[in-house]
Every structure is written in structure tokens, then in C-alpha cells.
């Protein structure tokens, strides 16, 4: 695996230079490594020095909090008659921390697993199945995938921006439509207008980076269950659809928060743990509303200042409020 390194010279090139007054440090270590270092691998944040520009003030040097982001390879194991497989599914950029969850999250939207019990066991690695040092999650399946499935590997780097990057095709992604709830519960709209809010104060490297994203699941009875930030969107509802995929935890009467927008891959990840509502800050695609429309996922956007627009299945939300 190539990795990008740059020096602090090459990168304060391009910013005019302060007054010496400042006598600030180099914005980065000379021989640093912009990839990932191994002390990234144990924490979702670290320290940077940097440059702060204000008209009013000028110059002047400051200490930073980052979000940690390095790569992980998912990888899957298992028996093929006599022989034994190792794949690496895809390489994501990915906040350290919970890998394992964010694995089974990763396979249940890729329809390789559908409980937890399909898993033997997920372990940390630091060399993944093509030899590359890299650190790897490596699930091993209680049976081997079905033959399509066997085929699936996106063969290229996902950002921490996207999701279904790489994927030659959606054919596959599982689209099963969310069951309805057996008792006809509705969601309180007073309730679900809280969420984000409740969601931003469990927020705690957004807190000090601002470079985070954040997903959670909550039930009308329990309420929070888990929740999980991450540099990339798509992992981070990976690691809380993980997490509730290892605790057994029924997603049928739960509720996910988004702390951003809502893309077609967030609802799909949704209708594969079977969610029925999908409830976001932001403002949602014209697939994901189509998705979330055919998987009758309730969709829910643009929910601040204690409001919000329902696009799709508004039959679950109490209409009195």
C-alpha cells in the first residue's frame, strides 16, 4: 500500500508566511505521514499544530484537535470444501474504534451475513489476505457466501466519503422491505424533534474536532441504545448497525439519527437491519426518498430548531404530535 508523505515545507508553501513575530511550528512533523501512523490506529483524535488567520488579528499559531482518519481492510474467511478462503473486501478510511462493529455492519448491507450468529469471529490483523500491512478486520463466516457473492470485492479504496464507491453494481445490495410494527405504534413527533439535539451532545469528538459524524439508533422505549462517530457517514451507521447486530438487538421498533444528510446508501443500510426510521439534520437525496419510499422506510429531514419534513411512510408519526 503506497502512502502519501509530505514534509511541513511543502505543505506551509503554499500559505503566505506569517510575521517571524509568531514563530509558529511547522504545521505538520518534517517526516510525518500523512496515511496513518501506528499511534493513530489506537485513537480517534490527535494534536496538530496550525496556523490561524483572522482579519482582525493577523497570524498567529494554534494547537488543534484532528479526527483521526487511516485506513481499515475488511476481510472475510471461510471454508470453501477442504480450502480456506481469505478476501479483502474493500479498504476503507475510517475513524479507529470499533472496528469489529463496523465490519458487521459493512457485511450485513452487503447481504454476506444476516445475524450475528453468522459470524465465527472478527479479528484485528496487521496484514491483510494480499500481504498489504495495513490493519485489517478479518470476520470469519460460519458458511461460505453464496457463489454471486463470493465474487464481490470493490478492488479500490473507499473514502470516508462514500459507501457503495467501488461496487461494480448495486445488483445485490439487499432492499427487503422494513416490516410494519405488529402493534401499530406511532413515533411521538415532539419525541423524534429532540433527537438531534439529544444526538449532538453524544457527540464528544465532534466536540473538539468539528470533523466528525455521528449515527445512532433510539426506540420509543429504551431510547438511546448506541451511538458512534466516525469520520465517514457510512461508518459510522456501519459500526451502530454493527453494534446492534452483535448485541442482538432488534432494530424493528428503533429509530436511526443522522447527523448529516441522508444518501441512498444510509437508507439501504437502514432497510438491511430492518429500521424503520430514518430521521436527519440534513436534507435527503431524491433516491434516498425513493429507496426509503419502496423499503417503507419512514424518511425524516431537515430536523432542527424542533422542527423537521417527513418525505416518505408519515402513518408511523402521531399526527396529534
Not at 491483510?128 to 465474487?151: I, Y
Not at 431510547?223 to 466516525?230: A, H, P, S
Request: proline share 5%; with cysteine; hydrophobic share 45%.
Amino acid at each position: 500500500m503506497s502512502h502519501l508523505a509530505l514534509d511541513g515545507a511543502s505543505l506551509l508553501s503554499t500559505v503566505p508566511a506569517p510575521p517571524a513575530a509568531c514563530s509558529p511550528a511547522p504545521l505538520f512533523p518534517v517526516s510525518s505521514d500523512l496515511c496513518c501512523t501506528e499511534t493513530d490506529e489506537t485513537r480517534a483524535v490527535r494534536a496538530a499544530p496550525s496556523l490561524r488567520w483572522s482579519q482582525r488579528r493577523g497570524w498567529s499559531s494554534a494547537a488543534e484537535t484532528l479526527a483521526v482518519e487511516a485506513p481499515l481492510a475488511l476481510e472475510i474467511a471461510y471454508a470453501r470444501g477442504e480450502q480456506d478462503v481469505r478476501k479483502v473486501l474493500a479498504i476503507t478510511m475510517r475513524t479507529p474504534g470499533h472496528d469489529a462493529e463496523l465490519a458487521a455492519g459493512f457485511l450485513l448491507a452487503e447481504g454476506l451475513i444476516t445475524t450475528g450468529g453468522d459470524i465465527v469471529t472478527s479479528t484485528g490483523m496487521p496484514v491483510n489476505a494480499r500481504g498489504e500491512r495495513v490493519a485489517t478486520q478479518q470476520v470469519r463466516l460460519r458458511a461460505a457466501p453464496r457463489e454471486d457473492l463470493q465474487r464481490l470485492s470493490r478492488g479500490l479504496l473507499t473514502s470516508s466519503a462514500c459507501g457503495v464507491c467501488g461496487r461494480p453494481s448495486l445488483e445485490g445490495l439487499p432492499l427487503a422491505r422494513v416490516a410494519q410494527d405488529r402493534d401499530g405504534a406511532t413515533w411521538s413527533c415532539a419525541t423524534l424533534a429532540e433527537l438531534p439535539e439529544r444526538l449532538r451532545r453524544e457527540q464528544t469528538h465532534f466536540s473538539v474536532t468539528g470533523g466528525s459524524h455521528a449515527a445512532a439508533l433510539w426506540t420509543r422505549d429504551a431510547g438511546l441504545l448506541v451511538v458512534r462517530e466516525d469520520v465517514g457517514r457510512h461508518n459510522a451507521v456501519d459500526k451502530v448497525l454493527g453494534a446492534a447486530l452483535l448485541r442482538n438487538v432488534i432494530c424493528t421498533g428503533a429509530a436511526l439519527v443522522l447527523s448529516g444528510r441522508a444518501s441512498f446508501e444510509l437508507v439501504q443500510k437502514a432497510a438491511a437491519s430492518g429500521v424503520p426510521v430514518v430521521l436527519a439534520v440534513g436534507a435527503p437525496s431524491s433516491l434516498a426518498a425513493s429507496l426509503a419510499h419502496a423499503a417503507g422506510i419512514t424518511l425524516i429531514g431537515f430536523a432542527r430548531d424542533a422542527r423537521f419534513n417527513v418525505y416518505t411512510h408519515a402513518d408511523r408519526l402521531a399526527m396529534a404530535g
